[in-house]
Structure formats: structure tokens, C-alpha cells
């Protein structure tokens, strides 16, 4: 049996009547029993919209980005509680996209996870490295700073509630997956990380999602890798037979039990 989390990055796409339509074919297709979370992440202004959606139905929803501060002079932003008032359960920070157009630095993500921790919300942690860095031998060099530098601070009883994306930048948006060779390796090492920094027992809780242009066509492949938890997906979670194909291998993959979705809270 596996525990799998689907979920769905939309990015800077979909008005609110594309986002209700593609909310209400997700929903339906949300496994009612197993191990699998499925997770939509609209952009802010339809997050609310489709929270309604998915209200009474096994599909969560999250956010694309937050500030780490409640309140106050910062405009543009958004706070943690206003997600949470409106439904949001996961929220995603440190993508490669905000890290690399809005110049977000590891000491900033840092403050985004204690923060949503603090909020009892689940933070998705995006790391990965530049195709310069991994042709230069420092893939793991750069997943090991960006870790240390997020991780921060973070209590080792907290860190299962932390999801972590590996996202190699040179495989997202670019229709180029890694191969099953490059993201098993990757995951296994990510996976020991863990077990260095909080034991054996409690990295085994933590979820390990795969991105980088994961779709319907690769995903059996790909999920049924050893440490790889389920996946971050960009392009094909904008299509909705796409993503339900996804979450369909999960299914099948993790073995469905009949038992309720396990969650994100250090209790996989």
C-alpha cells in the first residue's frame, strides 16, 4: 500500500468560469476512499470559487504563493489566514518560477514555512536545481542549501508536515521529464536527507512529490517510483482528463483500501 498527494499546479491560468468547470470535473473524479489526496491550486482571485466546489467532496484546495506576515502595509500580498478564511488547506511556496522571476531567496521562503506551519496549513515546498547546475555536478549540493536554508528553524517534529516538490527547473514547462534514473535518484537521496536530519521513522512520513513536466502519459511510470509520493503537476492539471488519468494511476498504484485519505500532518 502507498500513499500518493495529486496535486495541481493551475499557475497564472484560468478565469473563474474555466476554473469552477475544471473544479467540478476534478471533484467528481476525487477518489472517495484510499490514499490518494487530490489538490487543485487556482490563482488567488478563484480560490474562494473553487473551495465552494469542492466543498463536500474529497478534492482540497491550496494556493500558489502567501506572505509570511498576518497583516499590515504590504501591498500586493496576501496573508496565510486570508487563505485559510477561504478554504485553502495546502499552501505551494518557493517554485523555481518565483524564485527565479520574483527573486525569492531561501531566507524568505524560510519565513513563508514557519509561518504556515504556525497557521496549521501544509506548505508545499518547491526545490530543484538549473540544467548549468546539474551538468555541473551540483544537483545535490544545490537541493542540500535549498533545503537547509527553508528548513530552517523548523522543529524535527514539524518536518513531516512539511511537503517537499522536487522540481528539476530544467524539466518544468518544457515538456522534458527526467528520466526514471534522474528522479530516483534524486527522491532516494532526498528521502535519506531525512532520515539524517529527523531519523529513519519520520522520514519515511514525509511526502516527496515529483515535478517537471509529469503528465498523464508518464505518471505510471513515474509514481510507481521507489520515494516518489505523488507529483506536482503544471500543464496537464489544466486539462481535466489529463489529471484525472493521473490520479486514476495513483489510485491504482497506491492499492485502494477503502480506508479515508491519509493527510499531510506527519500522520502518513
Not at 87 to 95: A, L, N, R, T, V
Not at 196 to 203: I, V, Y
Not at 223 to 248: H, P, Q, R, S
Request: proline share 3%.
Amino acid at each position: 500500500m502507498r500513499n500518493y498527494l495529486i496535486a495541481g499546479n493551475w499557475k497564472m491560468n484560468t478565469t473563474i468560469s474555466e476554473a469552477r468547470d475544471l473544479a467540478k470535473a476534478v471533484s467528481k473524479s476525487a477518489p472517495h476512499n484510499g490514499n490518494v489526496i487530490v489538490l487543485g491550486c487556482p490563482p488567488f482571485v478563484n480560490i474562494q470559487a473553487v473551495a465552494e466546489i469542492a466543498k463536500g467532496t474529497h478534492l482540497k484546495v491550496g494556493a500558489q504563493n502567501c506572505y509570511f506576515e498576518k497583516k499590515g502595509a504590504y501591498t500586493g500580498e496576501v496573508s496565510i489566514d486570508m487563505l485559510k478564511a477561504i478554504g485553502c488547506d495546502y499552501i505551494i511556496i518557493g517554485h523555481s518560477e518565483r524564485r527565479a522571476i520574483f527573486c525569492e531567496s531561501n531566507e524568505l521562503i524560510n519565513k513563508k514555512v514557519i509561518a504556515i506551519l504556525a497557521s496549521g496549513l501544509t506548505p508545499i515546498l518547491c526545490i530543484g536545481e538549473t540544467l548549468d547546475e546539474r551538468n555541473a555536478g551540483k544537483t545535490f549540493d544545490v537541493l542540500k542549501t535549498q533545503l537547509d536554508g527553508c528548513l530552517a528553524g523548523v522543529a524535527v517534529e514539524d518536518i513531516p508536515k512539511v511537503v517537499v516538490a522536487y522540481e528539476p527547473v530544467w524539466a518544468i514547462g518544457t515538456g522534458v521529464s527526467a528520466t526514471s534514473n534522474e528522479v530516483s535518484e534524486a527522491h532516494a537521496w532526498l528521502r535519506n536527507y531525512f532520515v539524517d536530519k529527523c531519523g529513519d521513522f519520520t522520514a519515511k512520513k514525509i511526502y516527496l512529490l515529483y515535478g517537471g513536466s509529469l503528465s498523464d502519459a508518464n505518471a505510471k511510470e513515474t509514481l510507481a517510483i521507489d520515494n516518489v509520493d505523488g507529483g506536482l503537476i503544471g500543464g496537464a492539471a489544466l486539462v481535466a482528463e489529463k489529471f484525472i488519468t493521473i490520479i486514476n494511476t495513483a489510485v491504482e498504484l497506491a492499492g485502494d483500501t477503502g480506508a479515508a485519505p491519509s493527510c499531510c500532518c506527519g500522520c502518513k
